[in-house]
């Protein structure tokens, strides 16, 4: 009989082999309208973890691309941060605002927890505490719930201030930002708070955001500087951290930064990761790659998944600072782009741990 499906032309099994993937899991329920995908990509160092987003995809490949890369950030992430944790991460494809019910997430649930603990789901994009409280009735295997390690926003900031210190350090020769120019993109939750560490300091801030009563109520707070959208890109600064979106480091920006460092807690801050990490490196602009800097928010769900305290939290995000020097400095002596320095940190910490 004629073998119908030939496993080796499979283009998902293909593309789960190339980037490195243990485990796809597709969730499809029509009673309460559930199309999710989970991705394991690596349990070496531990369960994988990563949260779960809530977006409307052109189609469902888009979906895929995007769970098989987020997933694979993960275990960056959480092997550069030394945690013991793998990398996952899940997508529900529909529109956050129409499309929630409790059915749906207990749905979500049962499928999360059918994966027996290999894959600990957290809020991203699109989801909030309560959806979580949902899924939580289904399965143990979730943190970002209601009253445990809560907004991780905090420690967030602090890692990436961490971070920005290292950079100067480098960059500077002092890790003291006292009377640095520093802009900060978006001053929402992570944002807010890294203004504040940086105003203690005495650094010079500029902000920039979309919400004009968040940009006078945070310039009056903290004395800083609101500059406009368009002239981020144009004004000369010392660091500049991007704090709202993705891909604002790109062909357009970066041939107008005039910064030494770029350090930020946004995700995915290089448009394209095969140019754009070099592009900064020819102009001696120090980046700290995005997915080590802001890796307080997993450090603050991996205290909850191990029963630390907040205070452990912040310990362990202190050291983003040795983190980003050792990438920042390799980064430079080699020549290498820093995003690929540290993507290879983690990949030998993922390796010795396969072979010891
Ligand atoms: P947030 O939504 O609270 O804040 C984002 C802010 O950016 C908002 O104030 C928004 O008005 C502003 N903004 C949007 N578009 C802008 C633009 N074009 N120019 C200037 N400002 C703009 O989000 P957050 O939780 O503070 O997260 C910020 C970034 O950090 C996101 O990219 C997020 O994925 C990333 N991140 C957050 C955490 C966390 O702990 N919250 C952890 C890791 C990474």
Redesign the pocket.
């Known amino acids: 009989m004629k073998n119908e499906i030939d496993i080796s032309e499979n283009p998902i099994i293909s593309q789960m082999s190339t980037m490195g993937h243990d485990q796809i899991l597709f969730c499809s329920d029509n009673e309460t309208g559930l199309k999710a995908i989970i991705a394991i990509h690596d349990t070496t160092l531990g369960p994988a973890l990563g949260g779960t987003r809530m977006w409307v995809y052109n189609n469902e490949l888009e979906a895929l691309h995007d769970v098989l890369r987020l997933s694979r950030g993960m275990t960056y992430k959480n092997a550069i941060s030394n945690l013991a944790l793998g990398g996952g991460k899940a997508v529900i494809i529909g529109d956050s605002k129409t499309m929630k019910s409790e059915a749906l997430f207990r749905r979500f649930g049962k499928f999360v927890d059918s994966l027996a603990g290999n894959y600990i789901t957290a809020e991203d994009?699109g989801i909030s505490p309560s959806d979580m409280v949902w899924v939580s009735k289904e399965t143990k295997h979730v943190v970002g719930l209601p009253g445990k390690s809560g907004d991780?926003?905090p420690?967030?900031a602090f890692g990436t201030y961490m971070g920005m210190k290292a950079c100067s350090k480098l960059q500077y020769g002092t890790d003291s930002l006292e009377g640095k120019k520093i802009l900060v993109?978006?001053?929402?939750?992570?944002?807010e708070y890294l203004v504040e560490y940086l105003s203690k300091e005495g650094a010079e801030i500029f902000i920039?955001?979309?919400?004009e009563d968040?940009i006078s109520r945070i310039s009056g707070t903290y004395g800083a500087t609101q500059i406009d959208?368009n002239d981020v890109y144009d004004i000369e600064m010392d660091i500049y951290a991007p704090?709202?979106?993705?891909g604002t480091l790109n062909d357009d920006t970066i041939s107008r930064l005039k910064c030494g460092i770029v350090a930020g807690?946004?995700?995915n801050q290089l448009k394209d990761e095969n140019i754009h990490g070099k592009a900064l490196l020819e102009k001696d602009i120090l980046y700290a790659p995005d997915f080590a800097v802001?890796a307080?928010?997993v450090i603050?769900c991996f205290s909850e998944v191990e029963g630390l305290s907040s205070e452990w939290a912040l310990k362990k995000a202190e050291d983003i600072y040795h983190t980003i020097f050792d990438i920042v400095k390799r980064s430079k002596d080699e020549n290498i782009p820093s995003h690929i320095i540290a993507m290879q940190m983690a990949q030998e910490k993922i390796d010795k741990a396969h072979h010891s």
């Open positions: 994009v991780p926003s420690v967030t993109q978006g001053v929402g939750h992570v944002g920039s955001d979309i919400h968040t959208l704090c709202a979106l993705g807690a946004a995700n802001n307080g928010g603050n």
